[in-house]
């Protein structure tokens, strides 16, 4: 569990508040992902960069804001959230291989955010 | 397009009996398919994935699974369950391409009983 590290583990924030996910992985990976878990749905890709850029935004809105400024760390920075948003945020990293490679996925612990 | 389906979203086995966790998947290529355990309050972690190699595979505390291209079936098993093993259970494929997706099942919640 510590190649990916997530901070905080719990946050409990308004929706007028701005808060910030961190993620970081220690095991040289090349790519990095954000996650949603909410009850009874299954897991939603929302972010990925490899190579710190961008190649997927699922659709996901603007009051998430992902931020990855080197290859080790991942921000999810949060503003005006609903409490629809209130879930498990998961956060992963790969190295994304050569054509034909299969990647495996590493999970942080995850946050668990409340928004109220 | 992929896909996978979990056919139990909760099964129930008494400790010391064997564990099957369904699942069926939907791909047009020769997929590459996971299985991930998630405890309460944990992240995900990796038990086992197939990539085209031997149709069982092996994983971490005693599961294993079976890929089956005529049922396009990936079923988890292990022979006895520990209480330790109560957690849930995710099947995943691979969407290839570009980068790779992962596409996730449902999950499956196992208790285990004394």
């Known amino acids: 569990e510590t190649g990916v590290t997530q901070t905080p583990r719990h946050l409990v924030m308004g929706m007028t508040n701005k808060k910030s996910l961190k993620c970081e992985q220690h095991l040289g990976h090349n790519a990095m992902y954000w996650y949603k878990q909410s009850a009874k749905k299954p897991l939603e890709l929302m972010f990925v960069y490899s190579l710190e850029e961008r190649v997927e935004n699922n659709s996901v809105p603007s009051r998430f804001s992902p931020e990855c400024p080197n290859s080790s760390h991942l921000f999810l920075h949060l503003h005006t959230l609903q409490p629809e948003d209130s879930a498990l945020y998961l956060c992963?990293?790969?190295?994304?291989?050569?054509?034909?490679?299969?990647?495996?996925?590493?999970f942080g612990p995850g946050t668990r955010l409340t928004v109220l | 397009a992929q896909s996978v389906t979990q056919l139990d979203s909760h099964v129930s086995v008494s400790e010391g009996t064997p564990v099957l966790l369904r699942c069926n998947y939907s791909s047009s290529y020769s997929p590459s398919l996971f299985w991930y355990v998630q405890h309460p309050n944990k992240g995900l972690q990796l038990l086992l994935k197939y990539t085209s190699a031997a149709t069982l595979v092996k994983g971490i505390n005693g599961f294993e699974a079976e890929f089956k291209k005529s049922e396009t079936s990936f079923h988890l098993t292990k022979p006895s369950a520990h209480m330790s093993d109560a957690a849930e259970y995710f099947c995943v494929v691979l969407r290839s391409g570009g980068y790779n997706k992962l596409i996730f099942g449902a999950g499956t919640r196992l208790a285990v009983h004394p």
């Open positions: 992963a990293s790969s190295q994304v291989m050569q054509a034909g490679g299969t990647d495996t996925q590493y």
